[in-house]
C-alpha cells in the first residue's frame, strides 16, 4: 500500500489498543478478505489467523450459512428490541440454546453487543440481585490481578492491567484486587502445590477484612486470555466457588476468550468442578461475524427479579441487547459448532499444540509455555536494555504472514477451531524459525 493510501486509511478512523501516532504515520494493515483460516490484506497478501482475529472467529472466517442466517433474518425482521415487552424469536431460540449449552441452572441469557457491556451488567446485575435480597450494602467487586474484563468505565475498573487505569481515572470504587493464581510467576512467591492453594485463600482473607456484607461478586476468567493464558492449577476454582457459597458472595466468570470451545470443553470453567452463578460470553457466540455478547445468570438470581414483582422493573438493558440479526448469527454459529463437533476438535488439536510449543522450551529465550485447548502462550524474557521481545517476534511472524499477538511478556496464540493440523503445525514452526531468527538459536522443531 502506497504511502498516501496508508495515510489516507486512518485520515478519519481512530484505531485503538496501538500508537495513534504511529498509525498516522504508518498506516494499519487494512484487511479484506477472509477464508477459513486465512484472511488477505489490501496488497493482496495473505496470512494465516493465528488468533482468530481478536480471539474470537472461532468457526474461522467466510462461512456462507452465517451469511445466509443474517441475510434471511434482515429480510424477515431487521430488528426488535427485548426491551419494554417485546420480543424476537431469534432471541428466545439463542438463548435456549444457550441455557443448553451452559452448566448447572446458568439458564436465564441477558443480551449484550460485546464483553465490555456483558461485564458492566454483571457490576449492575449483581447489585440489583443483593438489594432486591434485601443486602443494599453488597455493592463490591473483588478481581484478579492481570485481569482483563473490558475497557468501559467498569469492566476497565475489574480489569487489573495498569495501562487501563493509568490516565482515565476516577475508576469505579469499590474493586478489591488479590493475586492471580500464576503458578509459573506466583505474585506470593510460593510453589504449588506446597502453597496449598494460598491465592485462593486470599479471596476468604479479602472478604473478612472488607465484610462480606459490603461484596457482591468475585470475578475472574477461568482462564486469563490476555494477562497471558493462565491455567490455575487443580483445585482453584472449586475452592473459589466454596468461599463464594460460604460467605453469599456471587462467583462470576468471564468466558468472553475461553466460552463455547476454545479451550476443548463448551466453557472454561469446565476444566473444574465448580459453576458459576454468573458466566459472561461475547466473542465465540457469533464467532465474531457480528457484535454479540451476553451475561448467563442462574435461575436463583433471576428469580429474584420475578420475586420483585410487577411494580419492579429491571432498569438495566441496550437497545440492541437480543438484536435479531446478531442472534439469528449466534445461532448459525452454534449449529457449526455442533456439526462440526469443534469443542472436541480443539480438545484433540490442543494436544498437538501443546506437545509442539513444549519443544521451543529448548529456546534460551523461552521463560514458559502454556497451553489449554487451542489457545496458547509462549512466554519470553527480553534481554536487558532491548526492546520487548515478544514485538519483536509478532512482527517477525508477520513478515512470515502469520498472525500472533504479543501480550506483556508473551506471543499468544489463538487459532480457529477449524484450523487443518498443517497450519497449527506451521504456526508453531514460524514461531521457532522466527526465534531462532531473532536470538541467534538453532531451529528446534
Ligand atoms: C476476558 C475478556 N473479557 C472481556 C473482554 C472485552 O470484550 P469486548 O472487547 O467485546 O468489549 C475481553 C476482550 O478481549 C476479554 O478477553
Redesign the pocket.
Known amino acids: 500500500m502506497s504511502v498516501a493510501k496508508r495515510h489516507s486509511a486512518s485520515a478519519h478512523l481512530i484505531h485503538a489498543f496501538d500508537s495513534p501516532a504511529r498509525i498516522a504515520k504508518s498506516g494499519p494493515r487494512t484487511l479484506v478478505r477472509g477464508k477459513g483460516a486465512y484472511v488477505w490484506d489490501s496488497d493482496g497478501n495473505r496470512y494465516l489467523d493465528g488468533l482468530s482475529s481478536?480471539?474470537n472467529v472461532s468457526v474461522g472466517h467466510g462461512r456462507v450459512e452465517i451469511a445466509q442466517a443474517v441475510e434471511a433474518q434482515i429480510r424477515t425482521l431487521s430488528y426488535a428490541p427485548t426491551l419494554l415487552g417485546f420480543s424476537s424469536e431469534p432471541a428466545q431460540e439463542l438463548a435456549r440454546r444457550i441455557a443448553a449449552w451452559t452448566p448447572g441452572s446458568l439458564d436465564h441469557v441477558l443480551f449484550t453487543s460485546?464483553?465490555?457491556?456483558?461485564?458492566e451488567s454483571v457490576i449492575r446485575l449483581a447489585r440489583i440481585y443483593w438489594k432486591l435480597r434485601g443486602h443494599s450494602d453488597k455493592t463490591q467487586f473483588i478481581a484478579l490481578t492481570e485481569a482483563?474484563?473490558?475497557?468501559t468505565t467498569g469492566?476497565a475498573t475489574l480489569t487489573g492491567l495498569e495501562k487501563f487505569h493509568r490516565d482515565f481515572g476516577p475508576l469505579m470504587p469499590g474493586v478489591e484486587r488479590i493475586a492471580r493464581p500464576h503458578c509459573g510467576g506466583c505474585e506470593l512467591g510460593l510453589r504449588h502445590p506446597e502453597c496449598m492453594l494460598a491465592c485462593a485463600d486470599l479471596l476468604e482473607q479479602t472478604i473478612e477484612r472488607v465484610g462480606a456484607d459490603q461484596i457482591a461478586a468475585f470475578i475472574a476468567?477461568p482462564i486469563q486470555?490476555?494477562g497471558g493464558v493462565i491455567v490455575p492449577p487443580p483445585g482453584y476454582h472449586e475452592r473459589v466457588r466454596d468461599i463464594c457459597t460460604r460467605h453469599d458472595i456471587l462467583m462470576v466468570c468471564?468466558e468472553?476468550?475461553t466460552g463455547f470451545g476454545r479451550t476443548g470443553k463448551r466453557f472454561g470453567i469446565e476444566h473444574w468442578d465448580a459453576v458459576p452463578d454468573m458466566m459472561?460470553f461475547?466473542?465465540g457466540i457469533s464467532s465474531g461475524y457480528v457484535p454479540l455478547?451476553g451475561v448467563s445468570l442462574s435461575t436463583e438470581i433471576y428469580d429474584a427479579f420475578v420475586d420483585a414483582g410487577h411494580d419492579f422493573a429491571l432498569s438495566h438493558g441496550f437497545t440492541y441487547s437480543g438484536h435479531p440479526v446478531a442472534c439469528a448469527a449466534g445461532l448459525a454459529t452454534l449449529d457449526i459448532l455442533e456439526r462440526e463437533d469443534l469443542v472436541n476438535r480443539a480438545a484433540v488439536l490442543g494436544k498437538r499444540l501443546a506437545s509442539g510449543l513444549d519443544q521451543l522450551r529448548k529456546h534460551s529465550v523461552v521463560r514458559d509455555v502454556r497451553s489449554i485447548g487451542l489457545m496458547a502462550a509462549v512466554e519470553l524474557a527480553t534481554p536487558e536494555g532491548s526492546s520487548s521481545l515478544p514485538e519483536s517476534i509478532r512482527d517477525a511472524a508477520l513478515e512470515q504472514k502469520i498472525i500472533i499477538r504479543a501480550s506483556g511478556d508473551n506471543v499468544v496464540l489463538c487459532p480457529p477451531l477449524m484450523i487443518e493440523e498443517s497450519d497449527l503445525d506451521r504456526l508453531v514452526d514460524t514461531i521457532d524459525s522466527v526465534l531462532a531468527a531473532t536470538t541467534g538459536d538453532p531451529v528446534i522443531v
Not at 114 to 119: A, I, L, Y
Request: charged share 15%.
Open positions: 481478536l480471539w460485546g464483553g465490555s457491556e456483558s461485564n482483563y474484563h473490558g475497557s469492566a476468567e486470555g490476555v468471564d468472553v476468550i459472561v461475547a466473542k455478547g
